[in-house]
């Protein structure tokens, strides 16, 4: 929920509340070719957007759920109960929380693949999810309270978090989860392999 104020005079100030939910969805982008700080956006100039659709052609597919009931929430319990996202923890990615946080921030963001999907949903803080197109290009998807993405297995990826170094996040899978990460060039996997047919139908 946000707090917006209008000055309807000198005098007099409105404030009302609008739920963020139907006011914000979820940002993507082509990165610049920059090797600045990987938590900055990396946005072009023009900037050039991506949209949930393309993501989509992609096998990204994303939700915007109320983190602030993730406890209860229905609409979360019938995404898990329709997809058999059995696994559920979380994690708190922070300098003081993390264990080897700068050994694991280091791993996160070397690009690899999963033989799983990899399920994330955003509980506090921000993060950016980049994932290759399928001309190999890098695209930033902006990961906010709220968000839940899943990436396919097989897609080439990576993670980082953005200036402010905090996000808390819902990991989520289905049966035992397997956090192995295989770097690129993984291209004779046979997951990827899959993936990149699958993309012909897209
Ligand atoms: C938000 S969870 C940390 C990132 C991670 O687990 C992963 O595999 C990134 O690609
Ligand atoms: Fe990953």
């Known amino acids: ?10 005098e007099l100030q409105a404030c009302f509340v609008t739920d963020l939910k139907f006011a914000s969805t979820m940002e993507a982008w082509y990165m610049d070719e920059s090797n600045e700080d990987q938590r900055l956006p990396h946005k072009c100039n023009p900037n050039r957007p991506v949209t949930l659709d393309e993501l989509k052609s992609l096998g990204v597919f994303h939700w915007k759920l109320n983190a602030d009931i993730h406890e209860t929430d229905p609409e979360l319990q019938k995404i898990r109960e329709d997809r058999n996202y059995s696994y559920m923890d979380i994690i708190t990615i922070h300098k003081d929380t993390l264990p080897n946080y700068e050994e694991k921030l280091k791993m996160f963001f070397e690009e690899h693949l999963h033989l799983d999907d990899e399920i994330r949903y955003i509980l506090e803080g921000r993060a950016y999810f980049d994932v290759r197109d399928k001309e190999d290009r890098w695209i930033r998807i902006s990961m906010r309270k709220g968000d839940l993405i899943t990436l396919p297995a097989g897609i080439y990826h990576r993670f980082t978090l953005d200036e402010t170094n905090y996000t808390k996040a819902m990991r989520l899978f289905v049966g035992e989860p397997v956090w192995k990460a295989y770097n690129r060039p993984a291209d004779d996997f046979e997951i990827r392999q899959t993936y990149v047919s699958s993309l012909k139908c897209t």
């Open 1 to 10: 929920m946000v707090k917006r104020c209008t000055a309807w005079s000198n």
